[in-house]
């Protein structure tokens, strides 16, 4: 006969587990990090949300607030993207599965 109980049963630990994703998800909560995270992650992919062409000619990309903010090396397909503004916010917003940017500023 086997003296030691085991300390969690299967019922228990699957009541107190976790997801990774949850736990990121709390943690940035906590620590009111979740806006910064968002920002970064619009940053780091940019290549994901505009293609590999777009993403080629931007020098800088980051969100301050609400507004995203681009460097582009080329004048033809600033104005471009200047036209398509609303489809470019439309993007962002749809990959980040919320209203994260409500303007661009191109520069």
Request: charged share 30%; proline share 3%.
């Given at each position: ?10 019922r ?34 940019w290549?994901?949300?505009?293609g590999k ?10 969100v301050k ?6 460097q ?12 398509a ?5 439309e ?17």
């Open positions: 006969m086997n003296k030691f109980k085991p300390r969690y049963t299967e228990t630990r699957n009541q107190s587990t976790s997801s990774v994703k949850e736990v990121l998800e709390k943690y940035l909560e906590i620590y009111r990090l979740k806006e910064s995270f968002d920002e970064t992650y619009v940053t780091a992919h290549e994901k949300i505009m062409p777009i993403a080629s000619r931007t020098t800088s990309v980051f607030g609400n507004t995203l903010y681009v582009l090396d080329s004048a033809p397909l600033r104005e471009e993207l200047v036209r503004k609303g489809k470019i916010l993007m962002v917003n749809a990959e980040m599965g919320k209203t994260l940017v409500t303007d661009i500023v191109y520069f």
